[in-house]
């Protein structure tokens, strides 16, 4: 696909491993005693490896009242694997709880920030880059560093920038535990078994979210080809003096984007409709953008989005956007919601952007890593295209 403004960018052969057999059969719509059989031959197999075991009891899920029947069927025999599904079935299966059974281990030190005061969450980072070798400053020198940044405010696109992105600016790596767990392990394996196609992020933030985005769809598939827009000329011109990062970056309006229609699987914006109304007037920017990401995703592909959202009564009128107005917007443009975390907090990098592994079965590690858990902001967002 040529688009104006962007290059050709080779990012190598893919070399991931060839997709889990469990979640071949459930893509190409296997019977469901295939599925089974392969489900057993999995728990049977050494070592045993609980991952695809969630693949494959996920899938079944997914089928129906077909599937679960299949599964209480396997949870009455006498098999050794029976009182584990017997136990899996006994309650609500969601897929974290699902995953806290089948013990699979993917987080490291994780710290909820409504649970933590500010001065405790600044001497767990101390601790952390400390340990990890970040700094060499003493307490209260990291203090005084880690102040200037939230002195900064909105990150503007001039010298400012750095100094806010390194101290607690939010940039797509920083979120790319959510965007990760959002899109979760099936989509993951789905956008790798692809030969080819296109992912879009919406906005830069100078380098920084453009680099981590590349690397993050690297990360999934690097047959995928990985594209960024940005309205700003500034952001555009700066990494355009980078031989690679300016090949597939270029200055384009998210109201009106230059791709063609259905040609990407997936598109991705890091609070963009905050910044976008403290910029421009209007709830019918957001509604555009909606519509144009709408246009050019293929069937089945993902929105996938990370929004800071404010309450109606916020100070700053034309920034402020509701959880509901953005869900609303999006299904008035003919998304629906697939995914809104409602129950399962937002969660970010404290330290580590953009640092997440990907396994031979689509599952994201942060095991390295101390990840915040926001809670209640930000709002995190998946919308599918029928």
């Not at 993951?188 to 906005?203: A, P």
């Not at 031979?360 to 967002?381: C, D, M, R, W």
Request: proline content about 4%; glycine content about 8%.
């Amino acid at each position: 696909m040529k688009e104006p403004g962007f290059q050709d960018r080779d990012l190598g052969k893919n070399e991931s491993e060839e997709v889990p057999k469990i979640f071949r059969l459930l893509r190409d719509d296997a019977s469901t005693e295939d599925v089974v059989q392969q489900l057993y031959s999995d728990y049977y197999s050494s070592p045993r490896d609980n991952e695809k075991l969630f693949l494959g009891i996920q899938g079944l899920l997914k089928r129906g009242n077909e599937g679960r029947a299949a599964l209480e069927f396997m949870a009455q025999s006498s098999d050794q694997f029976a009182p584990v599904l017997k136990e899996i079935l006994s309650g609500k299966t969601t897929p974290k709880r699902l995953e806290n059974f089948l013990n699979i281990k993917r987080w490291g030190k994780t710290y909820d920030l409504e649970k933590i005061s500010t001065p405790e969450f600044t001497e767990l980072q101390y601790r952390e880059a400390i340990n990890r070798g970040y700094t060499s400053k003493n307490f209260k020198e990291f203090c005084k560093h880690e102040a200037h940044g939230q002195r900064t405010g909105v990150p503007q696109i001039d010298k400012t920038l750095d100094d806010y992105v390194a101290n607690h600016g939010a940039t797509f790596g920083t979120d790319e535990p959510t965007y990760l767990e959002l899109i979760g392990p099936e989509e993951v394996l789905r956008l790798r078994d692809k030969k080819e196609g296109n992912m879009l992020l919406l906005g830069s933030l100078g380098h920084y979210s453009a680099h981590e985005f590349t690397n993050f769809a690297g990360k999934i598939n690097k047959d995928i080809k990985s594209f960024v827009i940005d309205i700003h000329p500034k952001s555009v011109g700066a990494l355009g003096q980078d031989p690679q990062e300016g090949k597939f970056v270029a200055r384009a309006d998210a109201r009106n984007l230059p791709f063609q229609t259905e040609s990407m699987e997936h598109v991705y914006s890091n609070r963009l409709f905050h910044s976008l109304l403290s910029y421009f007037h209007g709830a019918e920017n957001i509604r555009q953008v909606f519509e144009e990401v709408h246009r050019v995703l293929k069937s089945g592909g993902s929105f996938v989005i990370v929004e800071s959202v404010t309450d109606e009564d916020s100070s700053s009128v034309r920034s402020a956007i509701t959880r509901e107005k953005l869900i609303a917007i999006g299904l008035q443009s003919g998304f629906k919601s697939e995914n809104v975390l409602e129950e399962i907090p937002g969660f970010a990098f404290a330290r580590e952007r953009g640092t997440a592994k990907i396994d031979k079965n689509g599952f994201a590690h942060y095991e390295h890593a101390l990840i915040e858990i926001q809670s209640s902001t930000p709002v995190s967002i998946r919308f599918v295209k029928e």
